[in-house]
Structures are given as structure tokens and as C-alpha cells.
């Protein structure tokens, strides 16, 4: 108003805040919504595979995994390629086009927000999360635009 008073009245609770509380599905669509700005991560295509190798064959009374070919330095005769081998690739290396994001339907999201909105309307739920609110009159503080 012009003069600064204040002007208090009492609203009707928007429907919102009547909404039922599913804690269940706010954290299922948060989660599989924040998967969506993940970035997509692999190890080298070639990772672990960057020597000549070759298996002995049996007879030699060692492991049948291939085996750095060459000789007058350490690395050779070493396992290769196996991923229990050292410097070896890894099990089921990680590739880029794995399923990083995740679709959340539009109903289902517009329902996590008015189950989270609805649960800030509740005092027991709001100090359980730890938000002080010792100065506000009531909760919900609903504030007509």
C-alpha cells in the first residue's frame, strides 16, 4: 500500500500445499534427473594393449597369457593384455556410449514438485532438516504476488 502499513489478511492454502507428500517419488525423479548432467567417461580404446604380445603356448610350465615379446629389459616375458595382468586393460573396459541420462515423465515430475512443495508446508518436516524458522508468524508463509 502507498502509506507502508502493513496489510494482513488471511488467504485460503493454495491447493498445492494440500498436495499428498511422497518422499519416495521426489527422490526417485531427483536422482534420475541429476543423472542428466553427467558427462560421458571412458578409459583409452586402446588402453593396455600397446605391446606386441603373444602367448607361449603350453609346455613351459607357465600361464597361458600372452607375453611381451623380446628381451634384455625387465618387461619382457611379462603377462600382457589380461586384466589380471599388470598394465593389462581392465575388465570390461568403460565406454562412452553407455546410458547416462535418464527420462523422467512429465506427470511424474510435476508431481515431485508439488509433494516437495506440499512437505514445506509442514513444520515437523521442515525442523527434522534442520531450517530454523523461530521468527516467522506461521508456516506456510504464503505471500500474495
Known amino acids: ?19 499428498p507428500i511422497r518422499p519416495d517419488v521426489v527422490h526417485f525423479v531427483h536422482s534420475n534427473i541429476a543423472k542428466n548432467h553427467r558427462q560421458a567417461y571412458a578409459v583409452a580404446k586402446e588402453a593396455g594393449h600397446q605391446t606386441s604380445a603373444e602367448s607361449w603356448g603350453t609346455g613351459r610350465a607357465v600361464a597361458r597369457i600372452p607375453r611381451v615379446r623380446g628381451g634384455g629389459t625387465n618387461r619382457s616375458g611379462q603377462g600382457a593384455y589380461g586384466y589380471m595382468c599388470r598394465s593389462g586393460r581392465m575388465f570390461a573396459p568403460t565406454k562412452t556410449w553407455r546410458n547416462w541420462h535418464r527420462r523422467v515423465n512429465r506427470k511424474l515430475r510435476r508431481y515431485a514438485i508439488c509433494s516437495a512443495v506440499a512437505a514445506s508446508a509442514l513444520p515437523a518436516l521442515l525442523m527434522a532438516r ?3 524458522f ?10 500474495e504476488a
Do not use: S
Not at 494482513?8 to 494440500?18: D, M, N, S, V
Not at 523461530?134 to 505471500?143: F, H, L
Open 1 to 19: 500500500c502507498e502509506d507502508g502499513a502493513l496489510i494482513r489478511r488471511q488467504l485460503a492454502l493454495p491447493a498445492i500445499l494440500k498436495a
Open 130 to 132: 534442520g531450517h530454523k
Open 134 to 143: 523461530d521468527k516467522v508468524a506461521e508456516v506456510p508463509c504464503v505471500i
